[in-house]
């Protein structure tokens, strides 16, 4: 018996032109996005804006969130927000500082904020956000050298499915009248 690498299907030969990779690995970041996109649909299903985002340590989700800022009728309700809060109770310690938050969408400014004071060591988005994103779009808080802590980001992870679950509910809600 050989071990998989030795497989023909190519899919796990290195090649050259290949990014940089993370300890964690893209098909563990899929995993985990996947994950948040089935948030994000929760959210869909409930009428608020489809974000999802799930804390991981050790390869265990620990925190999990959707965007509930019309159920709660609070602005910081955002999916990270939620997410976090859930995974620093689960843990029993503000800092999340051996943990990667996976989130559908390009945090905010409040939730790159909070981001970066967890401590969480890594960050994975899906869809960029050319109009309210803080982490490469409109500003650059998780990675910025003047804050006491800086997050590794991995951006575009089932891009296409984040971006077009967000899509799908803007042109209902413009279907419906309601944006
Ligand atoms: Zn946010």
Redesign the pocket.
Known sequence: MHDSTDNLDGDHMPHDDDPPRSDDGPRIDERFMSAALDLAQTAMDADEVPVGAVVVRGGRVIGRGFNQRQTLHDPTA?A??LAITAAAESVGDWRLDDCTLYVTLE??A??AGAIVLARIRRLVYGATDPKAGACASLYTIPTDPRLNHQVQVTCGILEAPCSAILKEFFARQRALGKK
Do not use: S
């Open positions: 955002h990270e927000m945090p905010c409040m939730c």
